[in-house]
């Protein structure tokens, strides 16, 4: 996917967008290189479930023994 970029100033001439400047096409890898994969997706989220859990229990622990 391309995008349009302007290196100038985007305005309104009624409903239409001006560029006061050039136009020129941007990819979508050039704008976000650093996306995460299906992998480092689903280890992020195995990561923050273990770390809510610990959490989790820490906090029951703390409760349960405090009584």
Do not use: Y
């Not at 560029?19 to 195995?46: K, W, Y």
């Amino acid at each position: 996917m391309d995008f349009i970029v302007c290196d100038g100033v985007w305005e309104s001439a009624g409903q239409t967008p001006v560029c006061n400047g050039t136009l020129s096409t941007v990819s979508l890898g050039e704008i976000s290189p650093s996306g995460l994969t299906a992998e480092d997706h689903a280890q992020l989220r195995e990561q923050a479930l273990v770390l809510f859990a610990i959490v989790f229990g820490a906090l029951v622990l703390k409760k349960a023994l405090n009584l």
